[in-house]
């Protein structure tokens, strides 16, 4: 037993260039607050063996055979500061590391659920381990089909080329029967909104606005907006229900004529895959991010916000993804909303892009940083600076829609507000950002 | 121009999955000690943009194609802690990031000196970024052929299985003649050490020890101590001088009869190279790490240890490479050093393992952990403890040769040394490591 014990250390722990990359997932972890100096070699060996064959002692049937083609892989080791000699200065008593571990997906074959189980099961349980990123080999991906419209189908749908599209929730986000919802979409579209979503909390159950019901007369609305605008419009139907049901209401919903779905991070991976992997499911879905922060907000553990929402959600099939805005009500930092951005937008083997969808507080004076660190593969996401415009929910939507046209032509803010009554109104409301300003304009 | 620049960021910051691995490089930088929240993904890719196609602004020629068939890119960016959204607490002023950089080795193919001074050429100038690690693709280390024997190879030369081999550096370092020198190559090598070592001080051109009189008088005393003990020994002659004369010295060596040789870093890696992918210097090579502190000892900048000694050392074809021990005068870290003797004793495509050596301050009492720590292969480096013996050379190799027997039987030191004088001798001169008494033990 010893001698097996001993084994472990040359076999567990290794170069990347030791394993062949197209049968491992590599797991990125950040280990905060550890001693300095400390034995994080085993440590970290050791969690690979717990997240793949091992338990927290040999076992007979735990061979070297099984460890060496079944066993994860610590593949870097890197602490923070990057101290190599002793002794440290006195003051540095706690270090910090990345640390990469290499999972062989044959444990998992092509599943998301039994991925989470071996990146981030038993292991979370440990205090200060933040799983930041995955690096998928291409074999591994290939199983799965991604969106099915992305970023180039949803505008072919819609026939907008190259601009920010721009979306508004309708507000309020729950409490509203089928009638008062259906006339604010029908506002929202007219004033130039090109995805209407429900609000994450308008779940396929709410029963003042039965689905079927609710999808009618939304679309009903958004069919005459779209007559007069002359430009086409996507209603997200929120199908957010249990899992037997999601199918069933996706069905129920295109039947009464929804041209586009939504679900809640709340109805699982696993669940938005069948889905979006569904023949029969033929429009775009959007994903809404909602209990994410319950994952991705310590700094200390969790999983990173851009993997939880962006790279699993692209790759469980979501054409939009939608997550909160550096410069709005809840202030995500500026480098995460690039990296989800680009997590969606950048190539992914066969996948096609997703839409990234930023909302959350935002309005006509923060289009232009967000155009600034994204580009225009966006969907900008805005619900109370539509339907609480002072002039109302069609000068809100126009208001953007100036904004937007404003910023992709160089022309500022205020000199378009010369000429446009309804974005002059929303810059008077509620201001145009600026760096100085930067972080949480309205914190909740 | 603005359009080209704008260009930049969803082309240069990218997802791993977005790039073909087998054509590019990836480094791991650390970034340290940077204003929170800073905009990081502009500057990384400035870094990227610097260290492939760009300069500090966009120049005509440098086209979008010619960014995406040759610009390093980002490929990620771990802000530590990782905190997501604003606002911060207030102690919270300064982070550390890891970026990630992938370089299209098409910039450099097949050479040592562009590698580096894509990977850590001017980008070193900044403060505050340490270079930690670089992946190689199998594509690119292809194109060298590493270690001629490796771990494997030298023990068959040896003829010895699987026991930690003993190396003994000829201390006086330098100052001494060939008789001198070869007196206590005898000593040394009779008492039990494998392989006999040039100290790094004693390059090619001392004029008291000639290359050819000092490699037949040293080689001449290891061949009768080899007979008296019916075992083998290794001399590795330092080589070590300009470039122009590094291959004529090595057959001069090799042909004055030595069956090893050595070069110190100092030399280059792209002068390793040459000697070891020779034909005709057809014996193993020693790699001393001399110089190397100067890179890797600080924890903001420079290049890390087992970067620099280690991963490169083997891809320039270092048979052997020395390193710092944790448990002596130098006191090394000791996750750096099983990191370094991981890199050389992992698999690595189709290169040969390299032997780690380690020295620096090591006696019999310090056997136990390293063996814990690397198992056994490895090479023992010690010099003063053989030839600083109270009761002489032999009595010193003798010690350390009891020492490893008895740690590989898992009998205690102190258990052995009952019956090796030697061995008792020497316990009771340096004492025997325990962790309490962990980290550098005699600080220069």
Redesign the interface.
């Known amino acids: 037993m010893p001698k097996q014990k001993?084994a472990y250390?040359?076999m567990m722990?290794?170069?990347?260039?030791?394993i062949d990359?197209d049968e491992y997932v590599v797991a990125?972890y950040?280990f905060?607050d550890v001693k300095v100096?400390?034995?994080?070699?085993n440590k970290a060996v050791s969690w690979a063996v717990e997240q793949s064959t091992g338990t927290w002692m040999g076992v007979p049937s735990e061979t070297v055979d099984v460890r060496v083609k079944f066993g994860a892989k610590v593949v870097?080791?890197?602490?923070?500061?990057?101290?190599?000699?002793?002794?440290l200065p006195e003051d540095v008593t706690k270090s910090?590391f990345?640390v990469r571990i290499a999972f062989p997906y044959v444990n998992f074959i092509d599943q998301i659920p039994g991925l989470l189980t071996a990146v981030a099961g038993n292991i979370t349980l440990t205090n200060s381990i933040?799983l930041?990123?995955l690096?998928?080999p291409?074999s591994f991906?290939e199983s799965f089909k991604g969106p099915k419209f992305g970023i180039e189908g949803i505008r072919e749908i819609l026939g907008v080329k190259d601009r920010p599209l721009l979306n508004n929730m309708i507000k309020p986000c729950t409490g509203i029967d089928p009638d008062t919802g259906s006339k604010l979409c029908y506002e929202a579209a007219l004033g130039g909104t090109d995805i209407i979503k429900d609000d994450e909390l308008n779940v396929a159950t709410v029963p003042i606005s039965p689905l079927k019901e609710r999808v009618k007369k939304y679309m009903g609305a958004i069919k005459r907006a779209d007559q007069e605008k002359g430009e086409k419009t996507l209603y997200t139907a929120n199908i957010t229900d249990r899992a037997k049901r999601l199918k069933e209401n996706a069905l129920i919903a295109i039947d009464a004529g929804a041209n586009a779905l939504m679900v809640n991070f709340t109805v699982g991976y696993s669940a938005l895959r069948e889905l979006a992997e569904d023949p029969e499911v033929n429009v775009p879905i959007l994903l809404h991010p909602d209990f994410t922060?319950a994952i991705?907000?310590s700094?200390?553990s969790g999983v990173?916000?851009s993997l939880i929402i962006a790279?699993l959600g692209r790759l469980a099939g979501a054409d939009m993804v939608m997550f909160?805005s550096?410069y709005g009500k809840?202030?995500?930092?500026?480098?995460?909303e690039?990296?989800i951005a680009?997590?969606l937008?950048?190539?992914?083997?066969h996948l096609k892009r997703t839409f990234p969808a930023l909302g959350g507080g935002v309005h006509p004076g923060v289009v232009s940083p967000t155009i600034e660190?994204?580009?225009t593969?966006i969907i900008i996401g805005v619900g109370g600076a539509i339907h609480g415009h002072p002039m109302g929910s069609i000068a809100g939507a126009k208001a953007m829609r100036e904004a937007i046209d404003a910023v992709i032509n160089d022309i500022p803010l205020e000199e378009a507000a010369k000429k446009h009554e309804e974005l002059a109104v929303a810059l008077k409301e509620w201001g145009v950002y600026s760096p100085e300003k930067k972080?949480?304009i309205y914190?909740l």
């Open positions: 001993d250390k040359p722990f290794r170069i990347p260039e030791s990359q990125t950040l905060s100096d400390a034995d994080i070699v870097g080791i890197y602490e923070i500061p990057a101290f190599e000699m002793l002794p910090q990345i933040k930041l990123d690096e998928f291409k991906v922060g991705f907000n700094p200390y990173s916000s790279k909160p550096p809840m202030g995500l930092m500026r480098s995460r690039i990296t680009n997590t937008q950048s190539s992914f083997y660190d994204l580009g593969d972080g949480s914190p």
